[in-house]
């Protein structure tokens, strides 16, 4: 497994963790930013459950951990897979694969319907986008599993949208071989 130092979740990176409830804080960015993308029949409590509901929604989706957008993104990563698996198959084998720069991604696009009994009014909908722009990876493979970086920067964009428009963004640079700690390694083969 691998730990990230510092900000650990795509709530950490947007908002500093330093939100006591990150829910009511939100709730009140969507309020104003509701107007447009609601019908102007939606009252003003029913506005605010709306809002309510995104900033759940929002709140729960940034806890996404940013240690798995890396890990998911190297355990698809070709070259690191094909080190796994040549690692694994001939014990005691120790490989360092120098990846070029590349781009991990990670999107969600939860939405809420505002109804009116069974008719739909509008669909809001929310985009958290959380990537990881990585160069000067030089990653260590043994036993089919990443095991250490011998170098590598990685640059974290979090963005939170409301349909399109976007209501925080902000960016981390890591240094990958400081800031990312292994205790068993990634599996990769």
């Not at 360092?96 to 991990?104: C, G, K």
């Not at 250490?148 to 960016?171: D, E, H």
């Amino acid at each position: 497994m691998m730990l990230l130092a510092g900000p650990t979740t795509a709530h950490d990176l947007l908002f500093d963790g330093a939100v006591a409830d990150p829910a009511a804080g939100l709730a009140l960015d969507f309020g104003g930013q509701l107007n447009g993308n609601l019908p102007a029949s939606v009252g003003g409590e029913a506005r605010k459950a709306v809002a309510r509901e995104l900033a759940n929604a929002a709140v729960e989706l940034t806890h996404l951990d940013l240690t798995d957008v890396l890990a998911s993104g190297w355990q698809r990563h070709t070259e690191l897979r094909a080190a796994g698996r040549r690692t694994r198959d001939v014990p005691g084998t120790r490989e360092t694969v120098v990846l070029a720069e590349h781009r991990i991604s990670h999107e969600a696009h939860p939405y809420v319907d505002v109804l009116l009994g069974d008719a739909r009014l509008t669909r809001v909908s929310l985009t958290v986008l959380v990537t990881v722009d990585v160069t000067a990876l030089a990653a260590t493979v043994t036993a089919g599993r990443l095991t250490g970086l011998s170098s590598g920067r990685a640059l974290v964009t979090g963005t939170l949208a409301l349909a399109g428009s976007p209501l925080a963004r902000r960016s981390r640079e890591f240094n990958l071989a400081l800031e990312l700690g292994f205790e068993e390694g990634l599996r990769l083969a």
